[in-house]
């Protein structure tokens, strides 16, 4: 019903940028909120940054400041802008949606993942 795929991952190396892409198909009733989340080896997943529909934005401390989160006008597609990039930014980033299946179910959607690696 729901596909996230995301795109843009690689190795870049300290201080560096990366822009990641999230391209969104199928159809959902209504959209909550998009966002990003990492999970570094050893790790929960954590946040990175949120955007609502509306396009109020949250981002975690250790990011802020050096990520920008954004989406298209259709919420088909979710951007992560990550510039000065630290080798603890590593991780496997994974693009989210939360929203809702129907007129009182929400759930959380999730794409497979793209790889970060920061190293010199």
């Known amino acids: 019903q729901v596909q996230l795929v995301e795109s843009g991952g690689g190795l870049v190396q300290p201080g560096g940028s990366l822009t990641l892409s999230c391209t969104v198909s199928?159809?959902?009733?209504?959209?909550?909120?998009m966002g990003w989340y990492r999970q570094a080896p050893g790790n929960e997943r954590e946040l990175v940054a949120t955007i609502t529909s509306g396009g109020s934005t949250n981002y975690a401390d250790s990011v802020k400041g050096r990520f920008t989160i954004s989406t298209d006008n259709g919420k088909t597609l979710v951007y992560l802008q990550m510039n000065s990039l630290k080798p603890e930014d590593t991780a496997v980033y994974y693009c989210n949606i939360r929203g809702y299946s129907d007129y009182s179910t929400w759930n959380d959607y999730w794409g497979e993942g793209t790889r970060v690696t920061v190293s010199s």
């Open positions: 199928g159809s959902i009733f209504r959209v909550v909120a």
